[in-house]
Protein backbone atom coordinates (compact mmCIF):
# COMPACT_ATOMS: atom_id res chain seq x y z
CA UNK A 1 0.00 0.00 0.00
CA UNK A 2 1.56 3.27 -0.76
CA UNK A 3 -0.02 7.19 0.86
CA UNK A 4 -0.07 10.12 -0.15
CA UNK A 5 -0.12 13.10 2.84
CA UNK A 6 -0.23 16.65 1.13
CA UNK A 7 0.29 19.98 3.11
CA UNK A 8 0.85 23.56 2.95
CA UNK A 9 -2.32 24.75 1.55
CA UNK A 10 -4.20 28.02 2.94
CA UNK A 11 -5.25 31.61 2.08
CA UNK A 12 -2.54 33.73 0.11
CA UNK A 13 -3.03 37.34 -1.54
CA UNK A 14 -2.77 37.91 -5.03
CA UNK A 15 0.93 38.02 -5.90
CA UNK A 16 1.86 35.70 -3.23
CA UNK A 17 4.12 32.60 -2.61
CA UNK A 18 2.58 29.11 -1.29
CA UNK A 19 4.75 25.90 -1.06
CA UNK A 20 3.13 22.57 -1.17
CA UNK A 21 4.41 19.04 -0.07
CA UNK A 22 3.16 15.42 -0.81
CA UNK A 23 4.68 12.75 1.10
CA UNK A 24 4.56 9.76 0.17
CA UNK A 25 5.26 6.51 2.81
CA UNK A 26 4.53 2.43 2.19
CA UNK A 27 5.99 0.34 0.04
CA UNK A 28 7.49 2.40 -3.20
CA UNK A 29 8.53 1.43 -6.39
CA UNK A 30 11.82 3.34 -7.87
CA UNK A 31 10.14 3.72 -10.82
CA UNK A 32 7.36 6.54 -10.64
CA UNK A 33 5.92 9.32 -11.42
CA UNK A 34 4.96 12.57 -8.87
CA UNK A 35 2.59 15.23 -9.49
CA UNK A 36 0.41 17.84 -8.84
CA UNK A 37 -3.42 18.32 -10.06
CA UNK A 38 -6.19 20.65 -8.97
CA UNK A 39 -9.83 20.93 -8.91
CA UNK A 40 -12.35 23.70 -8.92
CA UNK A 41 -15.91 22.86 -7.85
CA UNK A 42 -17.94 22.03 -11.06
CA UNK A 43 -14.91 21.51 -13.08
CA UNK A 44 -12.67 18.62 -13.93
CA UNK A 45 -9.41 17.84 -12.27
CA UNK A 46 -6.34 19.24 -14.29
CA UNK A 47 -2.72 18.68 -14.10
CA UNK A 48 -0.52 21.30 -12.76
CA UNK A 49 2.88 19.56 -13.02
CA UNK A 50 4.84 16.32 -13.06
CA UNK A 51 8.17 14.86 -11.85
CA UNK A 52 9.58 11.67 -13.15
CA UNK A 53 11.94 9.94 -10.59
CA UNK A 54 14.90 10.53 -13.62
CA UNK A 55 13.91 14.04 -13.37
CA UNK A 56 11.82 15.06 -16.30
CA UNK A 57 8.63 17.46 -15.72
CA UNK A 58 5.86 18.80 -17.57
CA UNK A 59 3.86 21.19 -16.81
CA UNK A 60 0.51 23.36 -17.70
CA UNK A 61 0.75 26.23 -19.79
CA UNK A 62 -1.39 28.16 -17.25
CA UNK A 63 1.54 27.71 -14.58
CA UNK A 64 4.52 27.61 -16.60
CA UNK A 65 7.30 30.48 -15.43
CA UNK A 66 5.45 30.82 -11.86
CA UNK A 67 5.49 27.11 -10.53
CA UNK A 68 8.07 25.00 -9.93
CA UNK A 69 7.94 20.95 -9.04
CA UNK A 70 10.66 19.48 -6.90
CA UNK A 71 11.61 16.27 -5.16
CA UNK A 72 13.60 14.82 -2.94
CA UNK A 73 14.03 11.10 -3.36
CA UNK A 74 15.59 10.46 -0.42
CA UNK A 75 12.83 11.59 1.71
CA UNK A 76 10.27 10.48 -0.96
CA UNK A 77 8.37 14.00 -1.17
CA UNK A 78 7.16 16.12 -4.04
CA UNK A 79 7.22 19.76 -3.77
CA UNK A 80 5.72 22.44 -5.54
CA UNK A 81 6.66 25.78 -5.35
CA UNK A 82 4.21 28.33 -6.16
CA UNK A 83 4.84 32.01 -7.02
CA UNK A 84 2.66 35.09 -8.22
CA UNK A 85 -0.27 33.48 -7.37
CA UNK A 86 -3.70 34.69 -8.75
CA UNK A 87 -7.10 34.24 -8.20
CA UNK A 88 -7.17 31.70 -10.23
CA UNK A 89 -5.21 28.82 -8.85
CA UNK A 90 -7.49 28.92 -6.39
CA UNK A 91 -8.52 25.16 -6.24
CA UNK A 92 -7.83 22.25 -3.88
CA UNK A 93 -4.43 20.70 -5.16
CA UNK A 94 -3.95 16.90 -5.16
CA UNK A 95 -0.80 14.87 -5.17
CA UNK A 96 -0.80 11.78 -7.66
CA UNK A 97 1.57 9.18 -8.06
CA UNK A 98 2.02 6.72 -10.41
CA UNK A 99 4.34 3.54 -9.60
CA UNK A 100 5.90 1.13 -12.27
CA UNK A 101 7.15 -1.88 -10.91
CA UNK A 102 7.42 -4.45 -14.58
CA UNK A 103 3.83 -4.74 -16.22
CA UNK A 104 2.54 -3.42 -12.60
CA UNK A 105 1.23 0.19 -12.45
CA UNK A 106 -0.36 1.60 -9.28
CA UNK A 107 -1.70 4.97 -8.96
CA UNK A 108 -2.10 6.63 -5.75
CA UNK A 109 -4.13 9.80 -5.10
CA UNK A 110 -3.60 12.50 -2.00
CA UNK A 111 -6.33 13.52 0.16
CA UNK A 112 -5.71 16.81 -1.69
CA UNK A 113 -4.75 20.26 0.19
CA UNK A 114 -6.80 23.63 -0.04
CA UNK A 115 -5.17 27.09 -1.80
CA UNK A 116 -7.41 30.08 -1.63
CA UNK A 117 -5.65 33.13 -3.31
CA UNK A 118 -7.82 36.25 -2.54
CA UNK A 119 -8.10 39.53 -4.80
Known amino acids: QVQLVESGGGLVQDGGSLRLSCQAS????????LGWYRQVPGKQRELVAT???????NYALSVKGRFTISRDNSKFTVYLEMNSLKPEDTAVYYCKGNFYYGVRELEVWGQGTLVTVSN
Open 51 to 57: MTSAGRT
Open 26 to 33: GTLFDDNV
